[in-house]
């Protein structure tokens, strides 16, 4: 079959089932979701000639994870979406593999035309075999051709598993530069040691290996999914997705970077996100100088593909994206994420609460709608006496999402224990900076996900949570003295 014929057959299944699949009870309204099916890592995310492309892994046959397609969407503002076609397949022979296909990779301009890498992954019976391969565009990303001298990298280099991927490609001085996830020894699942391979091209056909520019040394996981590097003022970003480091699914390094050595050398390293669900970010830069993340919100832990792929599979597709945020660091080389601005264009029907105190008497926060909303709070820390703030979100009787702030151990726990009929599970915690006298808490809710950002963009949390009941309500109480809030903000958040 040829790539072409991939394509089509492909195509015609996401679009006859998407139309029933947009019914489903647990679609998102204003986060991305693809048209059905399944979706999970962004890929190839770039601003070109105007638009956002947004790529992404797909499987347009089923609402499972299987053999791997880039799915693909465009946007002017960030916040609108349109689908497009389908952008790659599986169809060679080093990447038609029902339990491989077209893995995550990058995209690059270059002379007017568009190129994708991305990991072709296969099985020929001797194990899995993942290479690095690139495709080209002439019609700003609408369709591509696979290059012809395809895998452009071959085989991991001397020392590195199988586990070999991702590749991000970028452009600095006078080379291109790819930057490949990879692990060290016998893989991430058998004790390797989490890496980032670097490789050097002028021309994008040939590459040279040039070294491991930042390595696990026992501290950062066992293979370095998805790997993103990036100058930010002075310094370089590296993030990755970490495999068997326990709570940390989306680790940041701030640091210095030598290409010549070649050598990642931390400053100071983080999480972007402490929830459940955040994995695999991408960034890109846009014609505004913002460097944008994208990253998929969803995670492994809940939904290995020999078991159960959670409620939203049941209505033909599964998986989002979390909301796009511009990021930034501080004087600290900490990195600070926000949504973008553009989301305020959801806003509706605003609601403002100011010189509120909260006691121990459960009292409820007013939202225009009780699902899609977003939330701003900002607590006066100086005349707050209480050691704990609650918040019950999407809550009726029995079912409901409980946010914690814990004033005296400067925490947060996000707890689903009770947020549906027993799907969602667990709590999530994590620190708090609250470094000024002020905390504010950004909260964005959307049919099945909730995400939070906290000290100043500092500190975020992003979780699904699948919640059916019509009694949606907000209520706020505290323990152990009052909270004072300065003021609240809530508006409705509508993509019409």
């Not at 501290?219 to 495999?243: A, R, V």
Request: charged share 20%; glycine share 8%; proline share 5%.
């Amino acid at each position: 079959m040829t790539h072409e014929d991939a394509l089509q057959k492909a195509q015609l299944t996401l679009d006859k089932a998407s139309k029933s699949v947009s019914k489903g009870n647990y679609r998102q309204r204003y986060h991305f979701m693809a048209p059905s099916g399944w979706l999970n890592d962004p890929n190839g995310c770039i601003y070109h000639q105007g638009t956002y492309h947004l790529y992404y892994q797909h499987n347009p046959y089923a609402p499972v994870w299987g053999a791997m397609h880039w799915g693909h969407a465009t946007s002017a503002n960030l916040v609108h979406w349109k689908h497009e076609l389908i952008a790659l397949a599986p169809s060679e022979f080093y990447d038609n593999h029902p339990q491989g296909g077209v893995f995550s990779g990058s995209v690059i301009e270059n002379e007017n035309a568009l190129y994708a890498f991305y990991t072709a992954a296969t099985n020929p019976g001797k194990g899995l075999v993942q290479t690095q391969c690139m495709a080209e565009s002439m019609d700003n990303g609408r369709t591509f051709k696979k290059y012809e001298g395809n895998p452009v990298i071959a085989h991991p280099p001397e020392g590195i598993s199988s586990d070999f991927r991702d590749p991000k490609v970028i452009r600095h001085g006078d080379y291109w530069y790819m930057v490949v996830g990879a692990s060290i020894g016998n893989g991430a699942r058998a004790g390797g040691e989490g890496c980032a391979c670097l490789y050097r091209s002028d021309n994008l056909d040939n590459w040279n290996y040039c070294g491991i520019i930042a390595r696990s040394e026992g501290k950062y996981g066992t293979m370095w999914e998805c790997p993103d590097m990036f100058p930010l003022n002075d310094k370089w970003i590296l993030i990755f997705s970490p495999m068997f480091m326990g709570d940390r699914k989306a680790v940041y390094f701030v640091g210095e970077m030598d290409f010549d050595i070649p050598r990642f050398t931390i400053l100071n390293d983080g999480e972007i996100d402490w929830g459940c669900e955040y994995y695999a970010p991408q960034s890109l830069i846009d014609d505004k100088g913002r460097r944008i993340l994208m990253a998929w919100q969803n995670g492994w832990d809940w939904m290995p593909w020999w078991k159960d792929f959670g409620p939203a599979a049941a209505e033909g597709w599964c998986g989002c994206m979390a909301l796009p945020r511009s990021v930034s660091l501080d004087a600290k080389n900490r990195l600070i994420s926000n949504p973008v601005s553009e989301l305020e264009q959801l806003r509706k029907d605003e609601k403002t609460v100011e010189n509120l105190i909260i006691g121990s008497e459960k009292i409820e926060i007013p939202c225009a709608d009780p699902v899609y909303f977003e939330l701003k709070m900002e607590i006066d820390i100086r005349q707050s006496t209480a050691t704990k703030l609650y918040l019950m979100l999407r809550a009726s009787t029995e079912n409901y999402t409980t946010i914690v702030i814990d004033f005296a151990k400067k925490k947060i726990f996000f707890d689903r224990t009770t947020s549906d009929n027993g799907f969602s599970c667990g709590i999530k915690e994590c620190d708090l900076m609250m470094e000024g006298m002020f905390f504010t808490l950004r909260l964005f809710s959307d049919t099945s996900s909730i995400e939070l950002f906290m000290d100043e963009g500092k500190t975020c949390m992003s979780n699904t949570i699948y919640p059916i009941h019509k009694e949606q309500k907000t209520y706020a109480f505290s323990e152990g003295g009052e909270v004072f809030i300065k003021r609240i903000n809530t508006w409705a958040l509508c993509t019409e």
